[in-house]
């Protein structure tokens, strides 16, 4: 019986509970392994959830392809889209958690608190990570085993009982095809080392010189293709 009094018949699987949004990737995540805080809230919002639920839309293989130098702003209105499109999974899922009984909190996929140190309210990624989507690679992105980087991704939290995922046991090896992409020479052969000084130096850069009125590359996520 969960706190507002309503049976459960144990773990429910993420992507039956998915299943009706055509999401490409979907995990769930034990928060108690997520490690880190959440930012801007003024209570510990992490003692009221238990699960992460970690999901995420391809970014079109050809839109990329348009990427040369850097992010233009055909790429930049695919990605707004693919975002658009994670916030409103992320609210229809959370309400139909609401509707079962449990509690459910909803992110934006890209609402990002602290541009600096490109942090947002939560680690995405992160989530991703403990729910065995993918791993942490050297660009400091997701990485998914079959899709690289060419995903972006959304979470909810809930109190709801899932089948929990496991961290992989796998990482990027001796590829380093965003080392040798990356113009701010922001990547480096141990994830540790990111620059993420140089990275947010050229986000702004390219916001700036390109009229992108928003912080992206792109260049590193073409190059981590993984196996598709």
């Known amino acids: 019986m969960n706190a507002e009094g309503n049976v459960t018949e144990g773990p429910i699987g993420v992507m039956e509970l998915l299943a009706r949004h055509d999401v490409d990737v979907a995990g769930a995540a034990d928060l108690s392994l997520y490690g880190k805080e959440i930012l801007g809230f003024d209570d510990p919002i992490l003692d009221r959830y238990t ?69 947002a309210h939560i680690s995405h990624k992160r989530i991703g990570e403990i729910a065995g989507i993918g791993w942490i690679g050297r660009n400091n992105l997701l990485v998914h085993p079959v899709f690289g980087a060419h995903v972006r991704y959304n979470t909810v939290l809930t109190a709801m009982p899932l089948e929990a995922g496991e961290p992989l046991e796998t990482g990027c090896d001796t590829c380093t095809a965003c080392m040798q992409a990356c113009p701010a020479d922001a990547i480096k052969a141990e994830q540790k080392l990111f620059d993420h000084k140089g990275c947010f130096a050229m986000l702004k850069r390219f916001k700036n010189e390109r009229g992108l009125g928003h912080h992206i590359c792109g260049i590193c996520v073409k190059a981590c293709r993984g196996k598709r």
């Open 51 to 119: 699960c992460a639920i970690s999901f995420g839309l391809v970014i079109s293989k050809n839109v990329l392809e348009t990427i040369s130098n850097g992010p233009t702003l055909f790429y930049q209105h695919h990605y707004r889209q693919i975002n658009y499109r994670l916030d409103m999974i992320a609210y229809l899922v959370a309400r139909e958690i609401e509707q079962k009984g449990f509690k459910a909190l909803p992110f934006a996929a890209s609402q990002m608190i602290d541009w600096q140190n490109q942090k």
